[in-house]
């Protein structure tokens, strides 16, 4: 049942291995192919996009939860950067016919030796190139070691909307399908940065979309990315850096849900304060000292000393904490941030690093991660398999007239019926707008399609140790339950195609507990 996403990567596998054997001879489609087996072994491709200063360096370093990303308008952030886990911090810098020159970093500081608002710059007035002449830097490589990076390569891309064409159109090759770009997407899954939802967002995510099906549904040759999940950035400026301000910004992402739910442009659309959470992850005690003698002096002394970050820092003002420190705390917290942490001192928090567990939780980066496990990380092979499947495709059509010919039809097949994303676009309507059934069916449903996990006793909500045919029956009772809530007379089209993936989920459950594991290799039988 690979179609119900079960079993696809050793399939895709499959298919690209025969793909390789009928074209073999052909070396440059031998290399794509060899390309196209690797990446489903490497880990998940996501990149950060958006429109010019959305604030996608920044929301790069909260997630990596490390300062490794130029934040500062440089000529770095009009590039394509990849950032990968290495055994030491490396940057290069390649050109496009692959040359490389490695890259200088400098890391800027910020009051009493504190990091830096702008934390490092890529210094690439001064490059040596491995090649004869110096070249034009095409993209950038960051090699770091992370936890983070180790499970996941992450592409920072330029912004879209940049008053420079060329600029623009570097993420716009990267992302969107078609034309002359490289066979493999280079993205598995895309985190889309909006600001607010205007023309040139809804155009960028219908063009990542693109190819992904016709006017009847059918799959075409090329699509973009599969896993799109939106992020409200800069929350906190929303509510114009009032208290209240994640609030608000939790509105307007309801609102952008609903109207990209409409169009399936996006899985969720999650609000985070990029600022807020990537200083809460990289929080220092000098700076909960400082917020601690803050929240020392009086309500009305501190919120009129807060109406703006120049007057925060000016130098007359008398406040407890030196002028040089209160800028810092403004460039890298925010007014808001600076809010927020004094007011939950001021609640009963102490220490900094339950201050800044309290302020990463508070900026809606905990409710990211969890959004980014559940639809990306859990379903990493799913979406590798399908930029795998997508490249399988695009090499197949592009070299037609050997037997590889028969490959095609089943490629498209698994393109258009990968279950997986269905459950995908079922758990994004679900956050937006609930179906009409009871409070415990919809938890069931939610849970069974994959909403909390996708191991098979998460979704049966079993507990972990479960023998197998307790699974089991579990599994046949909820295909029974839930093809029946389909038939229903009463039940609307929406209502009842949402029943019959939860029933189609179970359905792949049984496939896949029909035999317990023994080994992590393919079942080995006794020779006659």
């Not at 990315?225 to 608000?248: C, K, N, T, Y």
């Not at 609000?271 to 220092?284: D, E, H, K, S, Y």
Request: proline fraction near 7%; hydrophobic fraction near 45%.
């Amino acid at each position: 049942m690979s179609g119900v996403g079960y079993g696809l990567v050793p399939e895709t596998r499959g298919l690209v291995a025969a793909a390789r054997r009928a074209l073999g001879e052909r070396p440059r489609v031998r290399a794509q192919l060899d390309e196209c087996a690797r990446r489903l072994d490497e880990p998940l491709r996501v990149a950060l996009a958006g429109q010019l200063k959305a604030g996608k360096s920044t929301l790069l370093n909260a997630l990596v939860g490390q300062d490794i990303a130029p934040t500062d308008a440089t000529e770095c952030t009009r590039l394509v950067t990849w950032y990968r886990n290495g055994s030491a911090p490396r940057v290069t810098a390649y050109s496009a016919d692959g040359a490389r020159a490695d890259v200088v970093v400098r890391r800027g500081r910020g009051a009493e030796g504190l990091p830096g608002a702008h934390g490092l710059t890529f210094d690439l007035s001064a490059l040596r190139w491995n090649a004869p002449t110096p070249r034009e830097v095409d993209q950038l490589a960051v090699e770091w070691p992370s936890v983070e990076l180790a499970q996941t390569t992450i592409i920072d891309t330029p912004g879209i909307s940049s008053l420079s064409r060329e600029v623009s159109a570097r993420t716009s090759r990267l992302l969107t399908p078609g034309g002359p770009g490289p066979a493999l997407p280079p993205a598995d899954a895309v985190l889309y940065l909006l600001r607010r939802l205007d023309a040139a967002d809804v155009d960028f995510l219908e063009k990542i979309g693109g190819g992904q099906s016709g006017s009847t549904g059918a799959p075409q040759s090329f699509s973009g990315p599969l896993g799109v999940v939106g992020v409200v950035s800069r929350a906190d400026e929303i509510g114009a850096g009032r208290i209240d301000a994640l609030h608000s910004a939790r509105d307007v992402a309801t609102r952008f849900a609903t109207e990209l739910e409409r169009t399936g442009l996006c899985q969720s659309v999650i609000p985070v304060a990029g600022l807020l959470a990537f200083a809460a992850a990289t929080l220092r005690q000098r700076e909960y000292d400082a917020f601690e003698a803050l929240a020392a002096i009086p309500v009305d002394e501190l919120t009129t000393a807060l109406l703006s970050a120049d007057r925060f820092a000016h130098p007359d003002l008398p406040l407890p904490v030196p002028t040089e420190l209160r800028a810092h705390l403004a460039a890298r917290f925010g007014l808001f941030g600076i809010r927020l942490a004094v007011t939950l001192i001021r609640l009963g928090v102490r220490g900094s690093q339950a201050l800044a567990a309290e302020l990463s939780s508070r900026s809606g980066l905990d409710e990211l991660r969890t959004v980014l496990d559940v639809q990306f990380a859990q379903r990493a092979d799913e979406l590798k398999a399908h930029s795998a499947l997508t490249a399988l495709a695009r090499i197949l059509a592009a070299n037609p007239g050997s037997t590889a010919d028969a490959l095609l039809p089943r490629v498209r097949t698994l393109l258009a019926d990968v279950h997986g994303f269905a459950e995908l676009r079922l758990l994004a309507h679900l956050r937006a707008d609930e179906l009409p059934l009871p409070p415990d069916d919809l938890a069931e449903l939610n849970r069974l399609i994959g909403g909390t996990g996708v191991a098979p006793t998460l979704r049966l909500g079993l507990p972990a140790h479960t023998d197998l045919p307790t699974q089991r029956d579990a599994a046949l009772a909820a295909v029974h339950k839930w093809r029946s809530r389909a038939r229903h007379p009463l039940a609307d089209q929406f209502t009842a195609n949402a029943c019959l993936t939860a029933a189609r989920s179970a359905e792949g459950l049984l496939d896949i507990l029909h035999e317990p594991p023994t080994t992590p290799f393919p079942a080995l039988r006794p020779g006659r």
